[in-house]
């Protein structure tokens, strides 16, 4: 029973293209995380959103964008895509609430390749 | 500006030594410390928190230390065996935000 799951897996895809990435987490948690891992393999925080709050890393530009449905989804959205965008993108969630522990849950990543 | 700094060379150990992996960092004030495990192609898992105020934190074969004044965690294994192998990364984050931001990670091998 897979705890944060993301779709597609893999996604190849021209420039100029418009993208979405899809995720999903099964655990009752109140926050969700969009990361990207370049081929360097940094891991940097792009988006981080609960019911309240979205908070965007500033250096992520506006053609990203996350969209929730609801609690349990946290969706990406690339308008334009670029070279520099092809990356791994990692969906997590985590429980900010009282028992906190601050453990993220990562999804599998969606490798996301521009051509 | 904030750094989180991990030995970018991998570590490889022969099975049965104790691996140590450094993650050093500078410009925070963590309210806590984690590490994870990655393995090729799969999404980063937690391994082991460790607060501001602890010194130290075990779990099993894994054990972890942190220091704020050298601004510095050590995660050791233990018993390594090659299934050890994999990069891992530490993360702080921040009373203010509670978000983690990750290390580069450092990849180790364990040969048999």
């Known amino acids: 029973d897979t705890a944060v799951s993301q779709t597609p897996k893999y996604l190849v895809t021209q420039m100029g293209n418009d993208k979405s990435i899809k995720c999903e987490q099964n655990?009752?948690?109140?926050?969700m995380y969009w990361y990207k891992q370049d081929s360097k393999k940094f891991l940097k925080i792009m988006f981080s959103?609960?019911?309240?709050?979205?908070?965007i890393n500033e250096t992520v530009p506006n053609r990203f964008s996350p969209k929730s449905p609801d609690k349990a989804h946290l969706n990406l959205h690339i308008n334009s895509l670029e070279l520099g965008d092809s990356a791994v993108y990692f969906c997590a969630s985590s429980d900010l609430g009282d028992k906190n522990t601050g453990e993220l849950f990562f999804g599998e990543g969606s490798r996301l390749t521009v051509l | 500006s904030q750094k989180i700094e991990q030995n970018s060379e991998a570590l490889n150990i022969q099975e049965g030594k104790t691996a140590t992996l450094t993650c050093n960092y500078t410009n925070y004030s963590p309210a806590y410390l984690q590490w994870y495990r990655q393995d090729p192609g799969r999404g980063p898992v937690f391994l082991l928190l460790?607060?501001?105020?602890?010194k130290e934190k075990r779990k099993e074969r894994l054990k972890v230390t942190f220091d704020t004044t050298l601004k510095q965690s050590l995660f050791h294994i233990t018993a390594s065996q090659p299934a050890d192998s994999a990069t891992y990364l530490c993360a702080l984050a921040s009373g203010g935000s509670y978000i983690p931001t990750f290390g580069r990670g450092t990849s180790l091998i364990v040969h048999p």
């Open positions: 655990l009752g948690h109140d926050t």
């Open positions: 959103y609960n019911n309240k709050e979205l908070i």
């Open positions: 460790i607060r501001e105020n602890e």
